[in-house]
Nanobody
Framework: VQLQASGGGLVQNGGSLRLSCAAS????????IVWFRQSSGKEREGVSC????????YYSDSVKGRFTISNDNAKNTVYLQMNSLKPEDTAVYYCATDYWAHCIVVNGTLLPNYDYWGQGTLVTVSS
């Protein structure tokens, strides 16, 4: 399985970006694709997840209402539309996947362990 993340860049406070995560080599019909982010000096944060089986989603409190995750199954591509971006959204964003039927949330946060990870894409929000 390979994941290719793209779409990062520099944007002003309040702006928008759309990240893409293209997956190849998936061998099962059910899987989840998740987005994590990590900024300098901070722990990795799971921000969003979508399940291929039913399109169910998860958002962290820090992005809820501003980010939207969607799945184009025909293209095996997941998008993360990020609106109303803030400087604190600045981070390297990673997508990951595993063969689970649903997004797994433990104590309010996404399970952090996945077998397959893409390379990161840098999002920088200027103030």
């Amino acid at each position: 399985v390979q994941l290719q993340a793209s779409g990062g860049g520099l944007v002003q406070n309040g702006g928008s970006l759309r990240l893409s995560c293209a997956a190849s080599g998936l061998t099962l019909d059910y899987y989840v694709i998740v987005w994590f982010r990590q900024s300098s000096g901070k722990e990795r944060e799971g921000v969003s997840c979508i399940a291929s089986v039913d399109g169910s989603t998860y958002y962290s409190d820090s992005v809820k209402g501003r980010f939207t995750i969607s799945n184009d199954n025909a293209k095996n591509t997941v998008y993360l539309q990020m609106n109303s971006l803030k400087p604190e959204d600045t981070a390297v964003y990673y997508c990951a996947t595993d063969y689970w039927a649903h997004c797994i949330v433990v104590n309010g946060t996404l399970l952090p362990n996945y077998d397959y990870w893409g390379q990161g894409t840098l999002v920088t929000v200027s103030s």
